[in-house]
Every structure is written in C-alpha cells, then in structure tokens.
C-alpha cells in the first residue's frame, strides 16, 4: 500500500511539471500503473473466499453501518425460481438460527433502528443487498455481527414461514403492476433481445411466488448464498482491528458447496441492425424517449483508466449543458432531457439519451436528441464549454475532499459495494482530485469530440417509445422513426454557438446598511442580529459540514392575499421568475456564471408566506448574496421564458392524471379540502392557461416590495464576524416600504364528521386506503409531540399486524402532526396500499388496533422501540444543518417560546404509555375522520 501511494504522488509531480505529456513515455508508462486503493479503508479476503471492507468513520457517531452483499440476484434463478432470489431476500427477516419468527426486527427496532427506514435490502438482476446500521455499543455491535452472520449462513425459511411471506411479497409484486410494469414487459423483450435479462426481472411471476415448493426456495439459498459469492462491509465508528478479528472469526467456517454451481456472465447479445418499441398504454402518465447504443464494457484499472472516465464524464457534462438550454427554450423539444454513458446490466454498458417530452412530441423529440450528437459529431464542443465544465467538475471533486471527514457512512458502503461486484475503483477523494486537478488541463477538445463517434454507432441501437394511449395522440411508426435518424445523420448542422457571460452578478456593490442591533443566544450559539432596514438575520455558525451554508427566509403573506383570479398566476410567479432569470441575465446565463460554484437560491411563495430557501459554498456566499438581493430587486421578464414554462408544465401535467395513484392524490386532496381549488391537487392544463404573465410578474414584485418584515435564517460554516458584512451590503440594501403585511384564512378544512368515499380509478387490482383523523384543536407542542410519538408506534403495530401477522400489505405508515397556522388543527394519517379483496378487513383491523390502543393504552416494550428510534435520530440531527436550520426557521416563524426550542433525551425518556393513551383518545374520535378507498375500476363495477 505505502509503495503504491509513493508511485501515486511521483506520478503527480511529475504531471504538474511535465508540458509535453502526450509525447513523454515515461508519463504514458505512469498512467498504466494501477489505480490505487484508498489506504483508509482494509479490504481482505478470507480463505473461504468471502471478501471484507472496514472503514472507520465518525460520521455519525457512535454508529455502523453493515452490508452484506451476494453477488448473485435473479439472473441466477432457474425457470421454477423466477422472483425467488427476492423472495430469498424476504426470508432473511423471518426466521434465521439466532432470530426465529420475526424476532430479528423486533430486537432491531429496540436498538432504535427503523424496519424500511434503516433495516432494509434489495435484490437486482445481479445482486442482491443487506442493509443493517446499527449503534455500536458492545451488545448491540455483537448482536449486529451475529444478524450478518445468521444472514449468510443461517436462514431457517420454514414452511410455516415462507408461507406467511407469500402474501407480503405478492402484495410487493401488487405494487410494481401497471402502466410502467406492462410497458416494460413490452420493452424489455426488445432491448434485451435473445438475452436472458429479459426474463428474469426480480419481482418474478406471481404464478410462482404462489406455488413454488419451499425446496425451490431452500436450494437458491444453498446455491448462491456462499462465501465465495460474498462481501461484508463494515464502515463507522469502530475499532478496524478488532471489527477484522470479528469477522475472521465469524465467517471464516462459512463453507462453500462441494460442487458449487458455477455462475455464468450472461450475455446481451450484439445486432447490427436497430431495434424500434414502441408502447403505449391508457394509464401511462409521461411519454419517454429512451435511446440505447450498446457498448462492451471497459476496464477501470489503471490511471489511463481512470483518465479516460474523466473524458467520458466531461463530454456527457458539457452535452447535458446543451440539452439543458434547448429545455428552457420557447419552444422546448422535451420536459426534461439527459445523456450518460453508464453500466446497464453486470455484462453490458451503454450510452444513453433520455427524455419527456409532449403529447406528438416524439418525432421532435428524437430528432434533437439525435441531432445534438450529430453535431458534435460534426463540430465538437466549443473551448469555453469545456473550460466551464472543467470547473464544475473540479469542484465537485473538490468538495468531496473538502467534506471528507464529514462525509456520511452510508457514501462509502456504497462505493465498497460496487468496488465488489463491479471492480469500481475507490482510490479515495482525496487521490481522486489530486489526480482529476493535475490530470485534467491534458484534456482535449478533439479526443472528448470524437467520442460522438465512437459511441453514436448504427449497430447495437435501440430507440424505446413509451407514452399514453389517447385519443388524437398519434404515435410514430417504426419507420418514421429510423427515418428520423437517418435524415439527421445526413444533415448538416450549425455549430453550437456559446455566448460569452458577464463575469459578476454585479459590477458595483449596493450601498450598505448597518446593524443596528444584535443578541445572543450563548445556550444555543445563536446570534440574532436586526439591520437598519429592519431585516432580521438569525445566524448558527456550525461544523457540522466544512463546505456547506443554509439559508431560508420568510415574511408573511403569501399567494393567499389575492383573490382566486389571481390564484394560478400567484402560485406559479416564483417558478415564472426562477425561469426568466434576474437583471440581464437569463436562468441559462445565471447557471453558466455559476460554473465551478456551489450556490443555489431560490425564491418562494407559499399559501402563508414568501420568502427564499439558498445554499453556497462559504467561499461562494458572495454570490448567493448577490443572487438573493438580485430575486428581491430585479426580477427578469421575459416572455419566451413564460412561454417555455407553460409548455414544460403541460408535458408534466398533461396526463398525470391517467395514472390511479396521482388520480387517487388528486382527489383526496379535493376530499380534504371539501373542492377548494386552492386546497392542493395537481395542476390542470387549462389551470396553466388561467397565468397571466404580467400579472404574475406584479404579484412577484409586490410580495418581494418589503424586506423590513423579512427573517433570514444561516447555518452552516460561517464566522459571524465574516458574514456580517455581506449581511449588511446584500440584506441591507433591500428595499423597504414598511407595511404590515399579514396571511389571509381561505377557510380551507376537511369535512366535518365522518366521511367515507371511494375513488375509482384503474384496472390492476391494486387498492389503496388513507385514513384521516383531524380536527380543531388548541396547540400545544407537548401534546404534538405524542401526537407525533403515537404515529410512530402506531406504525410498528400496523407493520406486525397487517404485514407480519396478516401478509395483507407491504407498505404501511402512520404519523401524528399539529399544525399552527392558518388555525390550530391536529391530524393523525395512516395509509397503505393493499389488494381489493383485503382492503375492508385491513382497514377494520386498523381501526380495531387504534380503539385497542385507546381501551388499553400501548405496551412498555413497544413505546421503548420508539424512545430508542427518537433517541438515536435525535443524537443524529443535532449534528445536522437542515435539522437546525428547519428548526431555528420554525422557532422564528411560529414566534416559540425558547425554552421549549430543542428536543431533549429528558423529554423523550419521560414519554408515557399514559401519553400516548391520552393522545389516542383526544385525537382519534371515532365521530371525525375521512376514510378514502381507491379501487379499480372493474372491482367497482361488481
């Protein structure tokens, strides 16, 4: 290791003195040395073959983060096993030789980790993953080795047991059907032609996950489930030594089978000629253009390796780029559009374009995205697009650096996974810029243009129309469509042409305010400062992230000051604005200056309030500043940008509510809001003709007129000292008319008593239930915070009760909220999805387990698996950004009391089985709920 890292730093040296590397052997000689392991993580190899990864990380404290990781997922499964590498999966929380039942999730939860949330696992055509963090404390640390251990070698999968499971897996199974599962059983067949990925998706088939013999299910895991086939990743706060010493000694017996089958790498065979599907189907909600060059993979091995992914990454980054900016022309060709050029399956890779487009924008569609490669093909990319990219790549590379010893466990787990299963390289941030700064000024337009044509070929394409069947929508031909491409490969085309951008936001500072007032708050390291304007700035300097500031901002009023004439263009202004850009510059523009920067500002309007939320590097706050002061003074208008926002929204929106579940949203929001037009649902095509551009423009200018009754809130890495006078230039300096400004009460409420309806939409037997408690209530934060812990619990019974007990879900969640403004409510929401045949006795249980908790009140055992949970969340939060900016935010606006500002470890170790009881009987009135079925529509029609 410590030879290889001294290879490594000779060969940057010399790269940073060396101007003739392409023609020096000896630099060519240093790019094929092997690209090196990042020296802080121990990977090992057992003798049995199973490999290990251990990191010690701090971030969070006092927590691990487990992976076990099979090499092995559908793909693997014989023709009687099709869905049984998932169901497998399944097994692993109901029953292993230390854990029987579903006692493996009942002790988890008592540690305070979350079934789903934390504890969770995949299967994928070639894989399948274990996800186990967990505290680290002595017993539980031991206990969490000996799940891992019981996971790849001691799973019972007992009748009884894999045949409760039958029923959660088929309601997964139930979950992944519709609009997208029956397009893609179309598709898959096409783009995987005469390749075995086509018929092995993991869900598998629901004949049998029905019917299969638990010795078909028994024989996968025996087969697959084997050392040699498996990683342990161990990344946290832990002693490396002796986490490697566990692991020898707990793995090391795993045995492999005497005759092992052997695992094959299947193909996806190559074609020349190209393959066309096109699918529809009534309940599709987007319409995507899919366009496929297949490529062999290639190695990442060596630093020429290495090198060449820079050049792939630049080229997609810098076409990305250009497809961004055809996306907010007036006109524009797609929703949405993207290139990449990634692994599609273990064996094959591709480069890829991706779009939304339309209703008859398909033909367009394809054309551009052809198009855009013909033309670098043709002319390449310009010198300033590559200069731009280069920075923007350089510092994100940066901030990872930057951030490294705050950088969250779960990032390096999941680069250890694909290092193992794949071979991607993890030689560390810090190499990695080293390498990428030194390396990337030997970058060159020509080799990065002629990837257009190694990549763009005629042989082993695939073009992939997916969209809604509906009436006046016509969709392309296959022959249009190769027509299409082939019309473009014989066209000339102009050259991109890059416009050159204004170096600074602005050329001369706003004249400067004061502050003319400051307090500090020593308990919570907050300083509140008042500047003469009356701007108010609420400032928490952290290190919780090295490279990372947080801003939010509020003043009230909101889009509920006007009347419902003016309702879409007032909800739609900030996004209008966002669009069009601020002073001289275009939202292209601003993105453009912004190259190598890290800062986001976006404004608001909400139905109460107006305001911002911001993010920047701390190097970069100058411009966020400049960008915020430019939002409040100088909005941009600009009717093409109107126009192209208008057009986007439509291909957003236009059949969304084709699909059930967003019909199904929709309308309980209309439920909820007893038909209110402003009380939520999903925006309608003729809603977006009602925006009046003008009109929004005004409105903008007018929410944003006053900053006197503005509050900012910063966290993040900052000095107050340092941030003040940017403070006083930028926040300063905005104008003020001194208003009292206030939200106006809509009076929008759910229905008073109780409400029952059902919702028909769909043809899969796929139903889903919400139910709703709520009602008025004076505010109190003790009692919203049972309200909030009873959720909790109410989550963990209904996950034992219809999931584990009844196999009738395989979904479910509750949560307990009160809310302050416009009026004082509460609401308790328990929702699931489930099949129609079940959905009346789910939702009797539901209410059966509530009026039990109501009788009886909740076991101690179960109250103290969510104080545990709210313990180590809180333990994390507090060492979080968002969690203080979103609660000094919330403390301001809400006007609280500061004694009551922090969750205490005091005030959740005092949380009662008495609470919660007295919560569910003030909440959960039986005399005031809605209760909203979706069913389909021929289950309706019986």
């Given at each position: 290791m410590l030879k290889m890292k001294s290879l490594v730093i000779a060969f940057l040296l010399f790269l940073a003195v060396s101007p003739v590397w392409s023609q020096n052997s000896e630099l060519n000689n240093a790019l094929e040395k092997p690209i090196p392991l990042d020296p802080k993580v121990k990977v090992g190899q057992l003798e049995n073959g199973l490999t290990y990864y251990i990191r010690q990380n701090e971030k969070?404290?006092?927590?691990?983060?487990?992976?076990?990781?099979?090499?092995?997922?559908?793909?693997?499964?014989?023709?009687?096993?099709?869905?049984?590498?998932?169901?497998?999966?399944?097994?692993?929380?109901?029953?292993?030789?230390?854990?029987?039942?579903?006692?493996?999730?009942?002790?988890?939860?008592?540690?305070?980790?979350?079934?789903?949330?934390?504890?969770?696992?995949?299967?994928?055509?070639?894989?399948t993953v274990y996800i186990l963090p967990i505290p680290t404390d002595e017993e539980t640390l031991d206990n969490g080795l000996t799940v891992l251990e019981d996971w790849a070698g001691g799973l019972l999968m007992t009748g009884d047991e894999i045949d409760k499971?039958?029923?959660?897996?088929?309601?997964?199974?139930?979950?992944?059907?519709?609009?997208?599962?029956?397009?893609?059983?179309?598709?898959?067949?096409?783009?995987?032609?005469?390749?075995?990925?086509?018929?092995?998706?993991?869900?598998?088939?629901?004949?049998?996950?029905?019917?299969?013999?638990y010795e078909t299910l028994r024989s996968f895991y025996?087969?697959?489930?084997?050392?040699?086939?498996?990683?342990?990743?161990?990344?946290?706060?832990?002693?490396?030594?002796?986490?490697?010493?566990?692991?020898?000694?707990?793995?090391?017996?795993?045995?492999?089978?005497?005759?092992?089958?052997?695992?094959?790498?299947?193909?996806?065979?190559?074609?020349?000629?190209?393959?066309?599907?096109?699918?529809?189907?009534?309940?599709?909600?987007?319409?995507?253009?899919?366009?496929?060059?297949?490529h062999d993979n290639e190695e990442m091995k060596t630093l020429s390796d290495m090198r060449r992914d820079l050049v792939y990454s630049l080229y997609n980054g810098m076409l990305g780029q250009r497809l961004d900016e055809l996306r907010q022309s007036a006109n524009p060709p797609f929703l949405f559009a993207s290139t990449s050029f990634s692994q599609m399956v273990r064996n094959k890779s591709a480069y890829s374009s991706f779009a939304v487009v339309g209703e008859n924008g398909f033909e367009k569609g394809v054309q551009v995205l052809a198009e855009e490669n013909k033309r670098i093909k043709e002319h390449g990319f310009t010198a300033s697009e590559l200069d731009r990219y280069k920075k923007t790549f350089l510092n994100n590379a940066e901030k990872r650096v930057k951030e490294l010893d705050k950088t969250e466990s779960t990032r390096f787990a999941s680069a250890y996974i694909q290092h193992f299963l794949s071979e991607n390289p993890i030689p560390g941030a810090e190499f990695e810029f080293e390498f990428y700064q030194n390396l990337i000024n030997t970058i060159t337009l020509p080799e990065i243009n002629m990837l257009a044509s190694k990549w763009v070929t005629d042989e082993n394409r695939v073009v992939v129309l997916t969209g809604a069947e509906k009436e006046g929508v016509e969709m392309p031909s296959e022959e249009e469509i190769l027509s299409i491409l082939e019309e473009v490969e014989n066209s000339d085309l102009e050259p991109y042409k890059d416009e050159d951008v204004a170096e600074s936001f602005m050329t001369t500072a706003p004249k400067a305010g004061k502050v003319q007032n400051r307090v500090v708050h020593d308990e919570l390291g907050v300083t509140e400062l008042e500047l003469n304007n009356g701007v108010r700035v609420i400032l928490k300097p952290t290190q919780f992230k090295n490279d990372e500031v947080k801003m939010r901002a509020y003043s009230f009023g909101g889009h509920s000051q006007y009347e419902m004439e003016d309702y879409y263009s007032a909800s739609n202004a900030t996004s209008l604005i966002?669009?069009?850009?601020?002073?001289?510059?275009?939202?292209?523009?601003?993105?453009?200056?912004?190259?190598?920067?890290?800062?986001?500002?976006?404004?608001?309007?909400?139905?109460?309030?107006?305001?911002?939320?911001?993010?920047?590097?701390?190097?970069?706050?100058?411009?966020?500043?400049?960008l915020t002061h430019l939002y409040f003074t100088a909005p941009r208008m600009d009717e093409e940008a109107f126009g192209s926002y208008v057009s986007k929204n439509k291909m957003l929106?236009?059949?969304?509510?084709?699909?059930?579940?967003?019909?199904y949203s929709d309308k309980l929001s209309m439920i909820l809001s007893q038909d209110n037009p402003r009380g939520g649902g999903f925006p309608k095509a003729e809603d977006l003709d009602k925006i009046d551009f003008q009109r929004a423009y005004n409105i903008y200018k007018e929410r944003f007129a006053d900053a006197s009754d503005f509050t900012f809130v910063f966290v993040g890495n900052f000095d107050v000292e340092g941030i003040t006078p940017m403070l006083e230039t930028y926040l300063g300096s905005l104008p003020t008319i001194e208003r009292k400004d206030n939200w106006v009460d809509l009076g929008i409420r759910p229905p008073e008593g109780i409400v029952k309806e059902e919702i028909i939409k769909g043809t899969d037997q796929k139903s889903y239930a919400t139910i709703l408690y709520h009602g008025d209530t004076e505010y109190d934060k003790q009692k919203s915070y049972y309200l909030k812990s009873l959720?909790?619990?109410?989550?963990?019974?209904?996950?034992?009760?219809?999931?584990?007990?009844?196999?009738?879900?395989?979904?479910?969640g509750a949560s307990g909220s009160m809310s302050r403004l416009p009026e004082s409510r509460y609401s308790f929401r328990i929702a699931f999805p489930c099949g129609p045949e079940n959905v009346d006795e789910l939702v009797?249980?539901?209410?059966?387990?509530?009026?039990?908790?109501?009788?009886?009140?909740?076991?101690?055992?179960?109250?103290?698996?969510?104080?545990?949970?709210?313990?180590?969340?809180?333990?994390?939060?507090?060492?979080?950004?968002?969690?203080?900016?979103?609660?000094?935010?919330?403390?301001?606006?809400?006007?609280?009391?500061?004694?009551?500002?922090?969750?205490t470890e005091d005030k959740i170790q005092s949380l009662s089985a008495d609470d919660l009881k007295m919560a569910a009987n003030e909440f959960l009135n039986e005399d005031q709920f809605v209760e909203a079925i979706l069913l389909p529509e021929e289950e309706s029609a019986e």
């Open positions: 969070p404290e006092d927590k691990v983060e487990f992976r076990l990781v099979i090499n092995a997922g559908s793909m693997q499964e014989n023709d009687k096993q099709l869905g049984l590498a998932h169901f497998t999966e399944h097994m692993a929380f109901n029953g292993t030789e230390n854990f029987k039942k579903n006692e493996l999730v009942d002790y988890l939860q008592s540690a305070g980790v979350k079934f789903g949330a934390d504890l969770n696992a995949y299967t994928s055509f070639d894989e499971e039958r029923g959660v897996v088929l309601e997964e199974w139930r979950l992944g059907q519709g609009a997208g599962q029956r397009m893609r059983d179309e598709y898959f067949p096409v783009l995987f032609k005469d390749s075995r990925y086509a018929e092995r998706l993991p869900i598998g088939k629901k004949e049998i996950l029905e019917n299969f013999e025996e087969d697959w489930y084997r050392p040699n086939l498996m990683a342990v990743i161990a990344v946290g706060d832990i002693d490396p030594a002796e986490m490697e010493k566990e692991i020898k000694a707990r793995f090391g017996d795993l045995q492999n089978p005497k005759k092992a089958k052997k695992k094959k790498l299947y193909e996806v065979p190559a074609h020349e000629e190209t393959y066309v599907s096109i699918v529809t189907d009534k309940e599709a909600n987007f319409n995507q253009i899919q366009l496929y060059y297949k966002t669009e069009a850009g601020v002073a001289d510059f275009s939202n292209t523009e601003i993105k453009k200056m912004l190259s190598g920067k890290t800062v986001r500002v976006s404004p608001y309007i909400s139905s109460l309030s107006e305001g911002f939320r911001a993010e920047a590097s701390p190097q970069d706050l100058e411009e966020m500043f400049q929106f236009g059949n969304l509510m084709s699909n059930p579940q967003f019909y959720g909790e619990l109410v989550t963990n019974e209904l996950i034992d009760i219809l999931r584990e007990e009844k196999s009738g879900v395989y979904g479910v009797k249980t539901t209410h059966e387990i509530l009026a039990d908790i109501k009788a009886n009140g909740v076991k101690e055992e179960d109250l103290d698996k969510v104080k545990e949970a709210q313990l180590k969340g809180l333990k994390e939060d507090l060492k979080k950004n968002d969690y203080w900016l979103n609660r000094l935010y919330s403390f301001y606006y809400y006007d609280d009391d500061l004694s009551n500002f922090i969750v």
